[in-house]
């Protein structure tokens, strides 16, 4: 059961992706995918929870009953997502309330669930967390993909910067991609594109 | 007497504009996980989105319970995230004890969703932004019944429009997921329309 650190990351990465390979944890987040700062702060957020949590369920796996590991794993999850969010509360309250429920809801995210009980729960704590980062690294890239569509096809900026062409009155702004369903849309798009990429992979 | 007619006429809003215009699926995603992986069959959707509209109208109305009358006279508030777990998983496994001691026959339809409830995101978030929204009690069960309502609505129709999918040709990269995604917003264009109807 030891992987190398090399395969760690790039399972993580692309060819586990927890997005477009197992379709996990896009409920909590695709909702703020419209503008990227607020996607940005919720990636941060969340691959710092599934960090510190595959850490934590690693160095306490010896010490925790096989039955209720889940009520445990919960707990260690909602801990680090309520330093999180009070941690924002205090010093970026605008944020916080942008982000709304949704900081909350990273504990209902399968990601940190799943790496917890996936690896994390029956490795040791050096490649548990980087098999943690590199899952929320590689869930954060694809959100951060979508996030910057939405906001430039929507808005014609990015990170709030006028873009080029894209502000300017000979783009038709496309309003629906700020509202959810182009979240849809583009996450589909995507997944198309980045599956169809693996499978050509495969092949080879 | 005029306070709790006003009450129970918010409620009545608040549900029907959780059910249509603010549909916690097609809106702001939620419950996603369940929702792309169970919408296969129409039998098993129905029987999903029954235990989500009975569960979530019970766990918001607890949770707005223990959240008004233990958290904020403790100044606890930060500890809600906890608490709304703990509050779902038990009520889940209770439910699931009951069922299976009083209806072995609903158990068998019914009971193989419950666990997943506990994880379904839709649950604790609608609790969530029951606390951020500031409900009142009554508006509270109108609401909870209604986001549950909806989300019934949307994985029924999902899965009815899935049925169907099974005879045509889908690009290879897009089957299961990706289509369901494109579908869903097809759907959640469709709702865009009821804006406006409740104001």
């Not at chain 1, 445990?72 to 309250?93: M, R, S």
């Not at chain 1, 502000?167 to 594109?193: C, E, H, Q, R």
């Not at chain 2, 949307?154 to 045509?168: T, Y």
């Amino acid at each position: 059961m030891s992987k190398a650190p090399r395969d760690i990351m790039l399972d993580g990465l692309w060819r586990d992706n927890p997005i477009f390979r197992q379709i996990l944890g896009i409920c909590s987040t695709l909702a703020v995918t419209n503008v990227v700062l607020n996607t940005a702060v919720m990636c941060v957020s969340l691959t710092v929870v599934t960090m510190m949590s595959c850490l934590t369920v690693s160095l306490l796996r010896d010490w925790t009953p096989r039955n209720i590991r889940m009520m445990v794993q919960t707990l260690i999850i909602a801990f680090y997502v309520i330093i999180v969010d009070l941690i924002l509360k205090a010093y970026w309250p605008e944020m916080s309330r942008n982000l709304g429920p949704f900081v909350g809801l990273i504990i209902t995210n399968c990601i940190v669930m799943g790496r917890c009980e996936a690896f994390a729960g029956s490795n040791p704590p050096g490649p548990a967390v980087l098999d943690g980062m590199f899952n929320g690294l590689g869930y954060s890239f694809i959100l951060l993909a979508i996030a910057v569509l939405r906001e430039l096809l929507g808005m014609g900026t990015i990170l709030g910067f006028e873009i080029p062409y894209f502000a300017t009155p000979y783009w038709d702004k496309w309003i629906i991609m700020v509202m959810p369903p182009g979240g849809f849309f583009v996450l589909a798009s995507i997944l198309w594109v980045c599956r169809s990429i693996g499978a050509k992979e495969v092949k080879k | 007497m005029n306070g709790i007619g006003q009450d129970v006429w918010m409620a009545v809003v608040t549900c029907f504009a959780a059910i249509f215009t603010q549909n916690i699926l097609l809106t702001t995603f939620l419950g996603m996980c369940p929702f792309t992986s169970v919408s296969r069959e129409v039998k098993a959707a129905i029987g999903l989105g029954v235990a989500v509209v009975f569960v979530m109208t019970f766990t918001t109305v607890l949770n707005w319970l223990a959240y008004y009358w233990v958290l904020v006279p403790l100044k606890l508030e930060f500890f809600r995230f906890i608490l709304f777990i703990i509050i779902i998983a038990a009520f889940v496994q209770f439910v699931e004890m009951v069922v299976d001691r009083y209806s072995p026959k609903l158990y068998q339809t019914l009971g193989i969703f419950l666990p997943l409830i506990t994880v379904n995101c839709a649950i604790l978030g609608t609790s969530l932004f029951m606390v951020i929204r500031e409900h009142s009690f009554i508006v509270t069960i109108g609401y909870g019944f209604g986001s549950g309502v909806g989300w019934l609505l949307a994985i029924l129709a999902m899965a009815g429009i899935r049925q169907r999918l099974n005879e045509s040709r889908v690009p290879e990269g897009l089957r299961g997921p990706g289509i369901t995604l494109i579908i869903a917003g097809l759907m959640a264009l469709a709702f865009v329309g009821f804006t406006g109807v409740l104001s």
